[in-house]
Nanobody, 125 residues
Framework: QVQLLDSGGGLVQAGGSLRLSCAAS????????MGWFRQAPGKEREFVSA????????YYADSVKGRFTISRDNAKNTVYLQMDSLKPEDTAVYYC??????????????????WGQGTQVTVSS
């Protein structure tokens, strides 16, 4: 089975940066879309960003556009989420996800078949 290990979360002050990593193992991911979601306490899981495992297509939620950058290193089977200019509103558990899906469905969590365990990001005021 495919395994996703997300990591890199932590505590940071507003305006700071964090880099999340998602290491994938098991299958080839050439046809996969890799996504990041987040979930704050009491709120629904929210789409953050996505990228094709192969290709250059990327997409960002409006709330993070211009501040977050998704990237990948296929040789390392790893996807990254560079988070800059962090705000307290970014506080959440961040989850890496993967699936074979059309790029038009990247914001729907049900379209992703594999998930990481989540990594906590806390941004203080």
């Amino acid at each position: 089975q495919v395994q996703l290990l997300d990591s890199g979360g932590g505590l940071v002050q507003a305006g700071g940066s964090l880099r999340l990593s998602c290491a994938a193992s098991g299958r080839t991911f050439g046809s996969y879309v890799m996504g990041w979601f987040r979930q704050a306490p009491g709120k629904e899981r929210e789409f953050v960003s996505a990228i094709r495992w192969s290709g250059s297509n990327t997409y960002y939620a409006d709330s993070v556009k211009g501040r977050f950058t998704i990237s990948r290193d296929n040789a390392k089977n790893t996807v990254y989420l560079q988070m800059d200019s962090l705000k307290p509103e970014d506080t959440a558990v961040y989850y890496c996800a993967a699936g074979t899906l059309y790029f038009s469905g990247i914001t729907r969590e049900r379209n992703y078949g594999y998930w990481g365990q989540g990594t906590q990001v806390t941004v203080s005021s």
